[in-house]
């Protein structure tokens, strides 16, 4: 197993999600999600699971996880949009990604 597995299996569940975020900001609104928003991020993108799929793991309808993950995708980005609108207002370092993220509210393709 290299290293950087090595890091990867440990932080490798929902309430460390918010370790394999390099970015400090991010990773405290990740770390302050509630549980059962951290587990539907980590089955729906870490472990690439379908909505559907996710839904009825846990006992939920498809449309219901859609709702719940659109509300925290928007809780996300009103946070992080926060965080760099005030590294924009102070002339902190920004990526270009960040950047644009900021200027279109959503990521580059």
């Given amino acids: 197993m290299l290293a ?3 890091l990867d299996f440990i932080f490798d569940s929902p309430e460390t999600i918010h370790e394999l975020i390099s970015d400090a900001d991010l990773s405290k609104i990740l770390k302050e999600l509630k549980l059962h928003l951290k587990n539907m991020l980590y ?6 699971y379908s909505a559907a799929e996710y839904a009825e793991s846990i006992g939920h309808s498809d449309r ?3 709702g719940i993950h659109e509300t925290a995708q928007k809780k996300i980005h009103r946070l992080y949009g926060g965080i760099l609108a005030y590294r924009k207002e102070n002339n902190l ?17």
């Fill in 4 to 6: 950087g597995d090595f």
């Fill in 43 to 48: 089955y729906l993108f870490l472990r690439d």
């Fill in 64 to 66: 219901n996880i859609r």
């Fill in 93 to 109: 370092p920004m990526t270009l990604d960040e950047k644009y993220f900021l200027e279109n509210g959503v990521r580059q393709k």
